[in-house]
T-cell receptor, first 113, second 115 residues
Framework: AQSVSQHNHHVILSEAASLELGCNYS??????LFWYVQYPGQHLQLLLK??????LVKGIKGFEAEFIKSKFSFNLRKPSVQWSDTAEYFC???????????FGTGTRLQVFP | GAVVSQHPSWVICKSGTSVKIECRSL??????MFWYRQFPKQSLMLMAT?????????EQGVEKDKFLINHASLTLSTLTVTSAHPEDSSFYIC???????????FGDGTRLSIL
């Protein structure tokens, strides 16, 4: 069965620090990969997605993620975080021929000014 | 962008009552809708996948008779929590998809509290 692991449960950073959130998945076939963000009191929003092509994907708000197939990873990065990036971040995976998303446990990011 | 509306956003009711939650795709037709449950400080757990005009597919461990799903049209799916009890209290989230090659769009969620 597919599964998604997010190793960082809670990350605390100061503004302007660099961010990297880990995401690993287990599935042998072709996958589509996503990062979603949930700001306090809001619904899940898509940050970025990977379906095919360039494994380095750029998303909204300066976020990017790199798909490393050999490592089954899709880590999220941002070179300089802002206070407004405080939120819960979820990595999600689905096999390429289905709609069904499998979510990781989420990483809570707190950014202090 | 694609908008998914979920209603109500918050409901409190007595144990034993049934609660209906609606999920609508406002500006697109959703071939598939999904229902998730989110416990505090935990991830989203898929409960069921709903396709218009057919029976929902439930995940292992989810009671079909407890969580009734109806997908009457390409823009509306409903989740009814029947005879709700305090352990059903949770945050329920729906999402809508337009196909396997498109990302899902999420509703704002419904916080259900059973007294």
């Amino acid at each position: 069965a597919q599964s998604v692991s997010q190793h960082n449960h809670h990350v605390i950073l100061s503004e302007a620090a660099s961010l990297e959130l880990g995401c690993n998945y287990s599935y042998g076939g072709t996958v589509n990969l996503f990062w979603y963000v949930q700001y306090p009191g809001q619904h899940l929003q898509l940050l970025l997605k990977y379906f095919s092509g360039d494994p380095l994907v750029k998303g909204i708000k300066g976020f990017e993620a790199e798909f490393i197939k050999s490592k089954f990873s899709f880590n999220l990065r941002k070179p300089s975080v802002q206070w407004s990036d405080t939120a819960e971040y979820f990595c999600a995976v689905k096999s390429h021929n289905t709609d069904k998303l499998i979510f990781g446990t989420g990483t809570r990011l707190q950014v202090f000014p | 962008g694609a908008v998914v509306s979920q209603h109500p956003s918050w409901v409190i009711c007595k144990s034993g009552t049934s609660v209906k939650i609606e999920c609508r795709s406002l500006d697109f037709q959703a071939t598939t809708m999904f229902w998730y449950r989110q416990f505090p400080k935990q991830s989203l757990m898929l409960m069921a996948t709903s396709n218009e005009g057919s029976k929902a597919t439930y995940e292992q461990g989810v009671e079909k008779d407890k969580f009734l799903i109806n997908h009457a049209s390409l823009t509306l799916s409903t989740l009814t929590v029947t005879s709700a009890h305090p352990e059903d209290s949770s945050f329920y989230i729906c999402s809508a998809g337009q196909g396997a090659d498109q990302p899902q769009h999420f509703g704002d969620g419904t916080r259900l509290s059973i007294l």
